[in-house]
T-cell receptor, first 112, second 111 residues
Framework: NAGVMQNPRHLVRRRGQEARLRCSPM?????VYWYRQLPEEGLKFMVY????????ESGMPKERFSAEFPKEGPSILRIQQVVRGDSAAYFC??????????FGQGTRLTVV | GIQVEQSPPDLILQEGANSTLRCNFS?????LQWFHQNPWGQLINLFY???GTKQNGRLSATTVATERYSLLYISSSQTTDSGVYFC?????????????FGTGTRLKVLA
């Protein structure tokens, strides 16, 4: 029973490029959450999705960031026109609903 | 939104010592979890504990939901316990299941 799978584990992008981060939830989980962790800081909530729906995007920056969780396939966090300040670890978590959350190993994004 | 505070922010222990980490939250919660983030950045589930007491080896946790706090106990600490310990809660008010994280307790265990 695979856990939450994130890829890639490490991603390097030049300023102005696009970054796409993928997350496959645990089997049987239909709720996905994205978090961002800056160096030496805690995890900040970004967005909460169920299949084909964004439930809560209160932590998502208004520009350049978007997320989706299609009917088929993984959830995608997309960052357009990346800047150095986007460099961080991005974690995905999944739940069955109002239950225990399990996290993936994260994607470490470096913008050069 | 709900506020989550953890104390102490930093802790240095000699191997074999015991410690207590605290998590205070500002409102009623649906869920509470403790995580360990190891030096490689991996988040490890320690306890899912909205209320009551649980034990797993050298670790135990207690949540007193009515008084809005949770405690994580580490006994006979080992160097592999080093890392950051996070408390995360999901609240009843917002109507969503998202978890809000505290700022963490950074633990270093010395050999």
């Amino acid at each position: 029973n695979a856990g939450v799978m994130q890829n890639p584990r490490h991603l390097v992008r030049r300023r102005g490029q696009e970054a796409r981060l993928r997350c496959s939830p645990m089997k049987g989980h239909s709720h996905v959450y994205w978090y961002r962790q800056l160096p030496e800081e805690g995890l900040k909530f970004m967005v909460y999705l169920q299949k084909e729906n964004i439930i809560d995007e209160s932590g998502m920056p208004k520009e350049r960031f978007s997320a989706e969780f299609p009917k088929e396939g993984p959830s995608i966090l997309r960052i357009q026109q990346v800047v150095r300040g986007d460099s961080a670890a991005y974690f995905c978590a999944s739940t069955q609903g109002n239950t225990e959350a399990f996290f993936g190993q994260g994607t470490r994004l470096t913008v050069v | 939104g709900i506020q989550v505070e953890q104390s102490p922010p930093d802790l240095i222990l000699q191997e074999g010592a015991n410690s207590t980490l605290r998590c205070n939250f500002s409102d009623s919660v649906n869920n509470l979890q403790w995580f360990h983030q190891n030096p490689w950045g991996q988040l490890i589930n320690l306890f899912y504990i909205p209320s009551g007491t649980k034990q797993n080896g050298r670790l135990s946790a207690t949540t007193v939901a009515t008084e809005r706090y949770s405690l994580l106990y580490i006994s006979s600490s080992q160097t592999t316990d080093s890392g950051v310990y996070f408390c995360a809660v999901s609240d009843r008010i917002s109507g969503t299941y998202k978890y809000i994280f505290g700022t963490g307790t950074r633990l270093k265990v010395l050999a």
